[in-house]
């Protein structure tokens, strides 16, 4: 992907948002290919360290998606989940990836046009945003 | 990259389908194939038309077997498709279907969603890159086998869930069919006819009915709610609520005795309201169980707040029904003084009487005095009393209300009771405390020679004090003694002049009146206090002769606690009120008060007992002559009350020390209670805290515990609805004398209420509790079935699978106000046109027309009707979705008026376009279009009253637009049926919660896949059937609770379930026992093995969510096959390009 | 009301007169033995775990170094209790830091009676044996006679001079000539009765002088981290900041609470293939390693930073002098407010990862149904 394109990790529950991706994609609702999904049982599986990684690797955008509140396949991963973010967010935009960077979305199973919003959304905001401070970190 | 490097142990395998066209036309399968190629370890990477065909699958069983591959990675569409199938086709080629395959996403999030055919490629590398790092991660997995519970829960009794029990049942697995109403049926038994066929609802639904009833391996658990649901597919643990009948099904014939003397009426939901049940009822005649069932909420908020628990709804509706005897004798069982307390009672009841929502309270207190008023406490019979060994004796020390109340309820329990009072008469502070004004002397000596009739001995100057004691009484012989001596003592002002003559404490003058002392007041009366003591002092005086009565209260009138109505009397008996002022001194000569001395205060900040305290302003003293000064400012115990009981606590203001619960004093065969205890309270209180002693020495003298059961009263606000439409009426007032008339007499002031009023009266009430607990029923009922104190139980299921059809509700119209609906009399919904045309429904059968005067009355068939579809369905504003029903049960009406109505009545449908798609369907259309019914392709838009010819004079004009034609239609009718939409449960929500499934965008509860698993859900075992899905017509209900059905006796058939392995486990060399895993854990999986200090996965009760995993620092807690290395290495895949 | 028994000593005698404190317990076996420090045979301070009176003669609560969180040391002795009574003498940090071990099941406190010491801060290691090398002695460092030297950064943010949730408390500040023991709870106070000591009212300037060292402290904090968040708006400061790192994992031994028996940057899951590697450095271009050093500190963020006591140990346990503490605090404090939690401050408060609720945090989403 060009340099100028973000590109966003997904890590989303199977429940819900992963089930309205795929219901976007039985809709045939397009949005950008930014996207890159990576499937989790449940948002409260997310390891803060998935996050960290992923923007380590370069990532310009982090999305968790996860069921809404009280609907959680698990009962309460979600909260779980919601607490992470609400950490991680405290800890990265000390250093200059802020909440504009890291999502965590509640998409139900049945939202499909939902998920294309979000990430149409997610993906215009990161390219006015440009690319993540952590880009080529690694280079010499 | 073809060529393996000698140490590596991996050999991939990559397969990119095309997936016909959908993938291939925007992913260049080709180019991603090479690509993959080039990455290491991947040994094989082909493109193919259809991976999950035969040969697609074959192909990678050949690669395995020659190129030695030990992993395998598809990229097709969403692994929640095909996932499986590939996992097959690895085991088949004998590798570990977890550790070989990993599925990657091309279709649904690339191909199907990506416009740009470049982006769509360069993403599935990516992706395509990540699986195939990812894949290198997995491990060896083995599925665990669990046995599979055969019985099976259906959650609704409506035709779906019948006919899924029917077949499971009949396939020889226990059945569970939990149903929320009191019948099974289900809408469908609410219809009259069902088309195409026209057999009637009820010839074909009733059989069900009957068969599931009847069946041996079907439990009906009717009247109930699943609470809970645990564990998971072929092992649920299911908790569910069954709702108190209050009718026990093992007596209940089913003979409907107890509904003809149930006074309670409200409109049946079994008839959507066209039709009134009472409060114990059947939905119907055919129901299934017969039991019947008493439709009781939460005690009416009169009846909560009633200190002493009265029945107070039930006795307003048996004044309503006439019944003066029956409501006297339900007061009895909460109070032994309805005449009384129908006078005196501050009537707490009132204050939170609901149908002050519609205008004002009832006046629940001046119907149980008129009650009372009705009949003759002389030659009332005596209510009935237990058998006991009439051995122990209990003695009652007070005869006022709480010691009355107490022997009362001892009486009733069949022990004998004397109760010992000092003065030489019976009432205590009633009679001595409560001017005759208030509480005529013959409505007491009338109440207290009925309660002498009931058996309790009572000996007046007899007092229990220093010289005979509660110990004289225990060694007379008694068990156990009451005491209830009061608080009677007038508190002091503590100001200089207090001693002079004319100082008269405000109960020391009612006392001597009551008790026909001597006593006389001056021409100017000063009464000091705001208390209702001091406005009964105040109008005492004034009938004594004072020509100026003057009350000093020292707070504003909003402060007073003395209540409302006797503020209001006194003022307007000539009573003056100086608020804000108090005395300073009281001024004499000659020993004889002269006047006194006030002061005025203003209110500062509030004290402890939340009101404003009063602060005296220096300098505003001033003087006012008067020559008599009537203290009013409290009263207390007492003080040598102490003596008689040694060894029982009183504290420093002179009330006795009691349990609150039990009243017991610290001498346990000592109770006590009434004002001696709280100080000055309520005459009901009183009689409450004696009914509570009485239960506590009965539970004593029989050696029981005496806390158990007791204490908080039952509340709760689940009540009846206020009924709509009920219009504001006047609150009953009683018959008063002119104040200045009645200020010259001790007559009572206030006569009671004629029948008329009382009855009307009582007829205001609304019903909260909906049962009023009035216990006709009970006496109706000869098989002894009615039990009104049955609780809710919990009733633990263990199924193996659960079959949800819960169905759908009809959409109520009210809200789109311009089709008239609630408004116009006979503008009515489908659902009502079918129980007017059911023969159980109101009308028996015949289609009539709605009395505009009365809801519930019908007179003639309409001449004219129009029926409107798509009332809330395929409507924006609404619900988008066809409600796929309306089109079919349209025709159906119009054929069924033609039928009952006579051939010659004009029906109109007004419909978008007519669906008609099933077996059959179209033919009917046919003849019913034959049979002259209108049909108008246009959504008609409103239904009015307001005629614009005189054609349309009395009739209700339907306006629409024929889309056919272009033309404004107005076509006026006699009736308008709308066709509602069909609607999801308004809990469809917590259900999908409670069951771990979940809803659509409207709602309906959503299925695995729309096509292919259109009954399973994502939560296996757990199958849904009927129009809780979506709506359906009741072949394709019946038709999918076959389905499901068939899907939960494949589990019980196969006996056990293979449960996904992908569940966490701890390491044990890595774990440090924090536990903090276990807390989060929603499932209670994780256990701390005390042994080795670390956590350990019950395997058995883990579902693999991660909670633990998420959180553990050290990675000791992993979910297998979503290890960090799994997921690192997808990151890494998908962010190797950028 | 605190209830306070005096202990005066004569200049010099400051340890003579605590040793005579701490024997009386051990005599009146009223512990089995004393966690404190106390000087080493043959040079330095350590914590010493004495159980015979003789022993005492060595000790010295307040010399100016932790040469680590006793916290660490008391979860040792507890976490497999022996069901002996012992007391512990510690500093706020460790109090602290052993309330958010105690909430992990990794210490106990049963048999355990905390003495808290008031605390005007430490040296670094090797200045505290730079310091008493040349015989400088705690009173000298207590009476503020040490130039030369300075105190530990950290210490110069900490707003806890004074130990909470302690049984017992040595007080100094306030105090002169004298220790005022401060007897807290009830286990506190039971010590005392089996000592059969008086109480009196404390030092009385004392609530005023802790007020003044906070008051310094929080400007100084307050100071640094703006500096700090200033010096490390993005990652290439943080970087920079980092810069020194070689993936020692010094620090996290030295953490109090990173608790965990094996750190995963030590497990399976950091452990990379050569192609691994070399995938990076294809991506790149160039591969700074060791990799994984900034991962390390952000995930050690994610673990531990709601959980930090601020004592400042991470930047005396680094051999290449990264001011790890500042960055650990600044990060603390956001992190910590967050979830409305600080670190040590109640036993009874749930550790923010270890819990959640149905109704907060719904700004995080910015969504509601």
Redesign the interface.
Known sequence: ?SANEP?I?AFLC???T??A??L???S????P?NV???????S???????V???F????DGVLIGGC????C?????N??????????????K????GEDRLW???V????GNMF?EVITDMTKQLKELGPS???????? | MAALPETSQERIGFYICHCGINIAYKVRCPELAEYIKTLPNVVVSRDYLFMCSDPGQELIEKDVKEYGLNRVVVASCSPRMHEHTFRAACARAGLNPFRAFHHVCVREHVSWVTLDEDQATEKAKDLCRAGVLRVQHQDDLFPKTFPVNTNTLVVGGGIAGMQASLDIASAGYQVYLVERQPTIGGHMLQYDKTFPTLDCAACIGTPKMVSVGQHKKIEILSYCEVESVDGFVGNFQVKVRKRARYVNPAKCTGCGECTQNCPVELPNEWDVGTKKRKAVYQSFPQAVPITFVIDKRDRAPCVQTCPAGTAAQGYVTLIREGKYEEAVRLILEKLPLPGVLGRVCPAPCETRCRRAEIDSPVSIRDLKRFAADQIDLGTFALPPVAKQPPEERVAVVGSGPAGISCAYFLVRQGYPVTVFEALPVIGGLLRTGIPEFRLPRDVLDREIEFLRRTGIEFKTGSPIGKDRTVDHLLSDGYRAVFLATGAWESMQLGVDGEDLDGVLPGLDLLRKKALGEEVSVGDRVVVIGGGNAAMDACRTALRMGASVVTVLYRRTRAEMPASEEEIEAALAEGVKIEYLAAPVRILGNGGRVTGMECIRMELGEPDESGRRRPVPQPGSEYTIEVDTVIPAIGQRPDLSRRDCTPGVGFDRRGRVEVDPVSMQTSRPEIFAGGDLYTGPATVVEAVAAGHEAAISIERFLKGEELQANRGEKPAGEDWAPVPAGEQPRERAQMPEMEPKERAKTFAEGQQGLSEEQARAEAARCIACGVCCECKLCVSACEAKAIEHDQQDEIVDLNVGSIVIATGFDAMDPTPLDHYGYGRLPNVVTNLEFERLSNSTGPTSGKILMRDPQDHFKYTRPPASVAILHCIGSRDKNYHEYCSRTCCMYALKFAHLIKDKCGHDTQIYNFYIDMRCFGKGYEEFYQRVQSEGVRMIRGKAVGVTDRAESPDEEGYLVVQAEDSLTGQLLRVPVEMAILCTAMEPRPDAVEVARTFGISTGREGFFTEEHPKLEPVSTPTAGVFLAGACQGPKDIPDAVAQAKAASSEAQSLSTLGQVVVAPMISGIDPDVCVGCQVCIDLCPYSAIEIDDFRGISVVNEALCKGCGSCAGYCPSGAAKIRHFTDKQIFAEIDGIMASG | MAEFTKLCYQKGELNQALSEFFGALIEQKVFDAVLLPAKQPTRGVMQTLISRPDKLGAIDPWAPVVPQNAAKLVSALTASPSGRPAAAVLRSCEVRALIELTKLKQATQDDVVLFGIDCPGRFENHDFLAFSDQGGTSEDFLSGDFKGFEVAGACKLCQHPVAGNVDVRLCMIGAENAVYVEWLTERGNAVREKLGMQTEAGPKNRDSEVEAIKKQRTEERDRRFAEFREATRDFQSLQAHLAGCVNCYNCRVACPVCYCKECVFVTDTFRHDGSQYMGWADKRGALKMPVDSLFYHLTRLAHISTLCVGCGQCTSACPNDIQLAPLFCAVAEKTQARFDYRAGRSPDEAQPLATFHDDELVEVTGQVK
């Open positions: 992907m590109t990790v199977n429940w819900c992963f089930t991706a795929d976007a994609g039985t045939r609702l397009s949005y290919s890159k999904i990576i499937r989790m049982m449940c409260g599986m997310v390891d803060p360290k998935y960290i990684k992923a380590l690797e370069g990532a809404w509140p009280g609907d396949h698990y009962i309460n991963g909260y779980k989940a919601r607490r992470r973010v609400a950490l991680l967010t405290e800890i990265l000390q250093f200059g990836i965590l979305r509640w139900a199973a049945s939202e294309q401070p952590l880009k080529g970190r690694l280079v010499a």
